[in-house]
């Protein structure tokens, strides 16, 4: 069977602080926009912005959040994904859903923590990757601090075609993260994605956005910043295994294994 191409829509916004159901509102309108894709991709806790108020913020697998992410699925007939602040048995997530049209979902918890901001003394830590398919893709969704943390996302053996990172990255280590998206995409042979909040949070942190798609040599298929932005990219299959053929670097990687 030949894999089709895949379309990916990026929304980087300004999110309202501790405002769910304006975020969801505005994010409606965005994805609005949108025409034909396969894949719609939020920021990190796109919700509430990056807060350590989970007590007051957190919502259920069966609230209105989650309800929603269903039901722009099932309008755009794509997948959509997102973080947000869950409680689950008495703790508190960062997590990841990955919301088919169908209403089915995959879930990932962020693994790595922000310590420097207390994710660490507030949220539980997930323990597993997520591999998730899509058109025949095989997509590795992961969560913003996730990206300093190469082996975390080492594509060894090679298990997925699409990495992807969704962020509240401060301006002030702009460089770092874009640099490190540009970086796994070359060393796992993959497409990588990320996507930034843009805006002034309430803690006076502001984000440059800087959103963008990378091909399996790094080269840069699409970059925003500093303002809200709508934007489907459409990845090649073609490139990808043509690539693949020309470079198997991951022949030669080495081999490792992971433990908590």
Not at 31 to 49: A, H, K, R, W, Y
Not at 226 to 252: F, I, M, Y
Request: net charge negative; charged share 20%.
């Amino acid at each position: 069977m030949m894999v089709s191409d895949l379309r990916v829509s990026l929304i980087q916004a300004d999110l309202r602080w501790h405002d769910a159901a304006a975020n969801r509102a505005k994010l409606e309108e965005k994805i609005n926009q949108l025409s034909q894709t396969d894949l719609v991709i939020l920021p990190e806790m796109f919700t509430t912005g990056f807060s350590m108020d989970a007590a007051a913020l957190a919502e259920e697998m069966i609230g209105a959040s989650v309800a929603w992410m269903k039901q722009m699925a099932q309008q755009t007939q794509a997948v959509v994904m997102g973080s947000l602040i869950i409680q689950d048995n008495g703790l508190y997530y960062n997590r990841l859903l990955w919301m088919r049209p169908d209403g089915t979902h995959a879930q990932y918890d962020k693994r790595h923590l922000f310590r420097m901001a207390g994710e660490t003394d507030v949220y539980t830590a997930g323990q597993e990757r997520l591999i998730v398919e899509l058109k025949g893709w095989k997509i590795c969704p992961m969560v913003c601090y996730d990206l300093r943390f190469p082996v975390w996302a080492r594509n060894t053996p090679v298990c997925y075609d699409v990495l992807i990172f969704i962020a509240s990255w401060p301006d002030r280590r702009r460089f770092a993260w874009t640099t490190l998206l540009q970086a796994r995409a070359i060393e796992n042979l993959a497409y990588t994605v990320g996507v930034n909040r843009v805006g002034t949070d309430a803690k006076g942190h502001y984000y440059s956005g800087d959103s963008g798609v990378y091909d399996l040599l790094g080269a840069t298929l699409f970059h925003a910043e500093h303002q809200e932005t709508v934007e489907t990219v459409t990845l090649s299959r073609a490139h990808l295994e043509e690539t693949r053929t020309k470079l198997p670097w991951h022949l030669d990687a080495d081999s490792f294994e992971l433990r908590s």
